[in-house]
Nanobody
Framework: QVQLVESGGGSVQAGGSLRLSCVASGFTISSRRMGWFRQAPGKEREGVAACMLGGGGTYYADSVKGRFTISQDNAKNTVYLQMNSLKPEDTAMYYC??????????????????WGQGTQVTVSS
């Protein structure tokens, strides 16, 4: 069964840090482009970061560059999102997603076909 399970969300004050984890089962993350998305109430789901082994590089939304870092541990089949210097505007439900390696747009929802259930991140000022 193909599945992604996120964890690590919580409530922090502005300037704090959190590390989100996403454990994959039923497939190997090295075979996919892996991404993190987020969705705040009343807003569309937006791409936050993505990575892909084999020269695919890493990608970040402008709003999180320099603060968030995506990484993956193939031995654990897990993708991480380290979030530092958190701001209230980072408050959202965060989703892990697995997509096609040959997708052209890392931040488009339609290029990902496996999704986790989400983990809530709340940043207070």
């Amino acid at each position: 069964q193909v599945q992604l399970v996120e964890s690590g969300g919580g409530s922090v004050q502005a300037g704090g840090s959190l590390r989100l984890s996403c454990v994959a089962s039923g497939f190997t993350i090295s075979s996919r482009r892996m991404g993190w998305f987020r969705q705040a109430p009343g807003k569309e789901r937006e791409g936050v970061a993505a990575c892909m082994l084999g020269g695919g590089g890493t990608y970040y939304a402008d709003s999180v560059k320099g603060r968030f870092t995506i990484s993956q541990d193939n031995a654990k089949n897990t993708v991480y999102l380290q979030m530092n210097s958190l701001k209230p505007e980072d408050t959202a439900m965060y989703y892990c997603a697995g997509g096609r390696r040959d997708g052209r747009h890392w931040d488009k929802r339609t290029e990902y076909n496996t999704w986790g259930q989400g983990t809530q991140v709340t940043v207070s000022s």
